[in-house]
């Protein structure tokens, strides 16, 4: 393996010392760590077919019905804590 050189503004170099700092690793800990995690656009949709398919065909969820869209929609943001749950 072969190391790089990355440039980014400074601004953006300090935070990744904090968080490397915080997470007692290196700011290439923090880009590595990064990369390993993110999901690329391709892996997103193939996650999600995956799990579109178990849901239809091991719990019987209606995901093209509307009703239940939005109850499931409803579902993973109370999960998430990012919106509000019914």
Same mark, same amino acid.
């Given at each position: 393996?072969?190391?790089?050189?990355?440039?980014?503004?400074?601004?953006?170099?300090?935070?990744?010392?904090?968080?490397?700092?915080?997470?007692?690793?290196?700011?290439?800990?923090?880009? !590595?760590?990064?990369?390993?995690?993110?999901?690329?656009? @391709?892996? $997103? *949709?193939?996650?999600?077919? +995956? =799990?579109?398919?178990?849901?239809?065909?091991?719990?019987?969820?209606?995901?093209?019905?509307? !009703?239940?869209?939005?109850?499931?929609?409803?579902?993973? @943001?109370? $999960? *998430?804590?990012?919106?509000? +749950? =019914?």
């Amino acid at each position: 393996m072969s190391l790089t050189t990355i440039q980014v503004d400074s601004a953006v170099r300090d935070r990744l010392r904090i968080l490397a700092d915080a997470a007692g690793t290196s700011i290439g800990g923090i880009v !590595a760590d990064l990369a390993a995690h993110t999901l690329t656009p @391709a892996e $997103l *949709e193939e996650r999600t077919a +995956a =799990a579109r398919r178990v849901l239809t065909e091991e719990f019987g969820a209606r995901l093209n019905d509307a !009703a239940e869209g939005q109850r499931a929609e409803d579902f993973w @943001a109370g $999960l *998430e804590g990012t919106g509000h +749950a =019914a």
